[in-house]
């Protein structure tokens, strides 16, 4: 079984930064990418960030300059920090993995449980 634990969200007024952390643990063979999206109230879930094997990464257009991917694959863990935060940014922020938990298997997309991250003053 594989599981994805997020860490990090909170409330910080506009202009603030917040780091979200997510790690994945259980039964991991192989993983493509990970990555962060979120959900409005009310709102389809978007994707935020992504990072893939071998490096290369991938922005939502409204938060490309202001947000930053990053990975540890020793650690199985993605990051996403988040400065110049707007209310806009409010939202449910759920990682994901493209992951594979055995050679012979396909891979398959798992969710972390979600972390609210609220942008006010």
């Known amino acids: 079984q594989v599981q994805l634990v997020e860490s990090g969200g909170g409330l910080v007024q506009p202009g603030g930064s917040l780091r979200l952390s997510c790690t994945a643990s259980?039964?991991?063979?192989?993983?493509?990418?990970m990555g962060w999206y979120r959900q409005a109230p009310g709102k389809q879930r978007d994707l935020v960030a992504v990072?893939?094997?071998?490096?290369?990464?991938n922005y939502a257009d409204s938060v490309r300059g202001r947000f930053t991917i990053s990975r540890d694959n020793a650690k199985n863990t993605v990051y996403l920090q988040m400065n110049s935060l707007k209310p806009e940014d409010t939202a449910v922020y759920y990682c994901?993995?493209?992951?594979?938990?055995?050679?012979?298997?396909?891979?398959?997309?798992?969710w972390g449980q979600g972390t609210q991250v609220t942008i006010s003053s």
């Open positions: 994901n993995a493209v992951m594979k938990s055995y050679m012979g298997s396909a891979y398959s997309d798992y």
């Open positions: 259980g039964r991991i063979f192989s993983i493509n990418a």
């Open positions: 990072s893939r094997s071998g490096g290369s990464t």
